[in-house]
C-alpha cells in the first residue's frame, strides 16, 4: 500500500526523523492540528511564528534581539516566511562582546542585517531543500530577506546552512508549520559578510 499521510502528519514526522519522509504505511486518520514541541512548547500551526517562539524557553535571546531590531511585526506578520531560528545555545557561541554589540542602539542596523539574514520570503521545506540540492549538484544557495545569500547543503542526515562567512549551522528540527511560514532551528547564528 501507497503511503498517504495528511500533510501535518507528514511534517511533524519530518520535523521530528530531521529530513523528508519517504516510504509506505497505512492510512492514517486526518488531524486537526498536530505540533512540534521545540524547547517545552508545541509550536501549533495556528500560531505565527512570533506566537510560537514566545512559548519556548529556547527563544528568549531571539526574541529579545527581534524587539530591539523592530522586526517583530515581520515574525507575527502575514508571511510566507522561512525562518532559520538560532536558540538560545547558538548565541552563547558568538565572541564575547557581539551580541552586547549588535543591542547598542547606533548598531540597530547591523543587529537588523544579521536577523534578516535568517530568513527567506516564501515557505521552504526540508524536500524543497533537498530537490534544490540534488539540482545544484550538492548546495543550493538562497537569497535571503537582508540581501545577501545563504547555501544549503544536506550531509545525509542533517541540513546544513552555510553563511557568507563560511560558519556552518545544522538544521536541529526541521519543517516546524506556522500560519505565516515556517521554522528551521539552528544550532548556531548565521552572518552576512557585511
Not at 531543500?129 to 537582508?146: L, P, R, V, W
Not at 505565516?180 to 544550532?187: K, L, S, T, Y
Amino acid at each position: 500500500m501507497r503511503l498517504i499521510l495528511p500533510s501535518c502528519v507528514k511534517t511533524a514526522l519530518a520535523a521530528t526523523l530531521g529530513f523528508a519522509l519517504i516510504g509506505r504505511a497505512s492510512l492514517l486518520p486526518r488531524c486537526a492540528e498536530l505540533s512540534v514541541d521545540v524547547g517545552g512548547a508545541p509550536m501549533l500551526p495556528s500560531r505565527s511564528i512570533l506566537e510560537n517562539l514566545a512559548n519556548s524557553k529556547d527563544y528568549t535571546t531571539w526574541l529579545s534581539v527581534v524587539d530591539a531590531a523592530d522586526l517583530v511585526e515581520t515574525l507575527k506578520g502575514e508571511g510566507p516566511l522561512t525562518l532559520f531560528a538560532p536558540v538560545n545555545k547558538a548565541f552563547d557561541k558568538l565572541p564575547k562582546g557581539t551580541l552586547e554589540s549588535w543591542l547598542l542602539p547606533e548598531n540597530k542596523s547591523v543587529l537588523s542585517a544579521v536577523l534578516t539574514y535568517h530568513m527567506i520570503q516564501g515557505k521552504i521545506g526540508v524536500a524543497d531543500f533537498i530537490a534544490a540540492i540534488e539540482k545544484g549538484n550538492g548546495s543550493a544557495d538562497y537569497q535571503t530577506m537582508e540581501g545577501e545569500t545563504l547555501t544549503v547543503r544536506h550531509d545525509g542526515r542533517k541540513l546544513e546552512i552555510i553563511d557568507a562567512k563560511g560558519n556552518k549551522s545544522l538544521v536541529t528540527v526541521a519543517d516546524v508549520p506556522q500560519k505565516n511560514g515556517v521554522i528551521h532551528v539552528i544550532d548556531a547564528v548565521l552572518s552576512p559578510k557585511s
